[in-house]
């Protein structure tokens, strides 16, 4: 059952706006229906916010990798192309002197 609660509260409620007194108002609203025994309150709370914790590092993977695959199909200069040039400037800068 406690595993059930677990799911059903990470898809019902999304993930990254989990917090510990939410869990916590969502554990006290699933006991008060009968659907917890309150000795169950704390590993429901840690189980909770561990998996909101893991879904949103998850998220913010996901999201850094397509921001590069993003960035990467626009064909814009890098740190390193401009780098490079500002390199390839300063020489050129330099011989004229």
Known sequence: MFETLDK???AGLGALSMTRERAEK???DYVKRGQAEKGAKEGFI???????DK??????QLIDKQVEKAIGRLNLATREDI????????DAAKRTD
């Open 83 to 90: 780098e490079r040039l500002e390199s390839k400037l300063d």
């Open 8 to 10: 059903c509260l990470l």
């Open 46 to 52: 840690k189980d909770a916010v561990a998996a909101a």
């Open 55 to 60: 879904t949103r590092s998850e998220l913010e």
């Open 26 to 28: 969502i554990f006290d």
